[in-house]
């Protein structure tokens, strides 16, 4: 059972460089999100898919694309990366946002540093 | 986005009993209260949450005032392994679920 994964655990850019945080859920949860934690901070949401085909800005999505590849993947890619987003990356997802529990299921995170 | 006040951190001996509180003067009237915890270099994972009646689970126990602006996260005997940064939350009612993180509490349990 392996829940949200999320690869890779830790990526080194150089600012200007691109790449791609994928995440995968084995849950059949329609929702899932982008969270971005830095140093003695909580978690700030970048984007989320409501459901398969959807994505909405969060708190902090500049700088960042999402793609909802399909109910199971939603990947983040940072086009140009900055030093400003190095940061640890959380996935999670939940099940139908209805009056329910709620609960996010997260990934054990992806360290990113730009230097 | 809704926000809540948590003191910055808390210590408790091993074994007894831990009153995590919470201030959310803004709540709505369909705003529910989560709570998650976060163990070190781990992510965050759900602890309890609830709306108006006080909740238990095998985790924890999550008392709500009445006017619902204040809650308390109660972890019944500490141990070692729930030493860990607290984050009360409010769950808006939004399509997707989304919640908004403070800073948390973070929990020193005392061997």
């Known amino acids: 059972n392996a829940g949200v994964t999320q690869t890779p655990k830790f990526q080194v850019l150089k600012t200007g460089q691109s790449m791609t945080l994928q995440c995968a859920q084995d849950m059949n949860h329609n929702s899932m999100y982008w969270y971005r934690q830095d140093p003695g901070m909580g978690l700030r949401l970048i984007y989320y898919?409501?459901?398969?085909?959807?994505?909405d800005k969060g708190e902090v999505p500049n700088g960042y694309n999402v793609s909802r590849l399909n109910k199971r993947e939603f990947s983040l890619r940072l086009e140009s990366a900055a030093p400003s987003q190095t940061s640890v990356y959380f996935c999670?997802?939940?099940?139908?946002?209805?009056?329910?529990?709620?609960?996010?299921?997260f990934g054990e995170g992806s360290r990113l540093t730009v230097l | 986005d809704a926000k809540t006040t948590q003191p910055n951190s808390m210590e408790s001996n091993e074994e007894e009993p831990v009153h995590l509180p919470c201030n959310h003067s803004t709540i709505s009237g369909t705003d529910y209260i989560h709570w998650y915890r976060q163990l070190p270099s781990q992510g965050p994972e759900y602890v309890i949450h609830g709306l108006t009646s006080n909740v238990n689970n095998r985790m924890a126990s999550l008392a709500i005032a009445e006017d619902r602006k204040s809650s308390t996260l109660i972890l019944h005997r500490a141990t070692l392994r729930d030493a860990a940064v607290y984050y009360c939350i409010l769950r808006v009612q939004t399509g997707a679920n989304n919640l908004f993180f403070g800073t948390g509490t973070r929990l020193t349990v005392i061997p």
């Open positions: 999670a997802s939940s099940g139908t946002g209805t009056l329910g529990t709620g609960e996010l299921f």
């Open positions: 898919s409501a459901s398969e085909g959807t994505t």
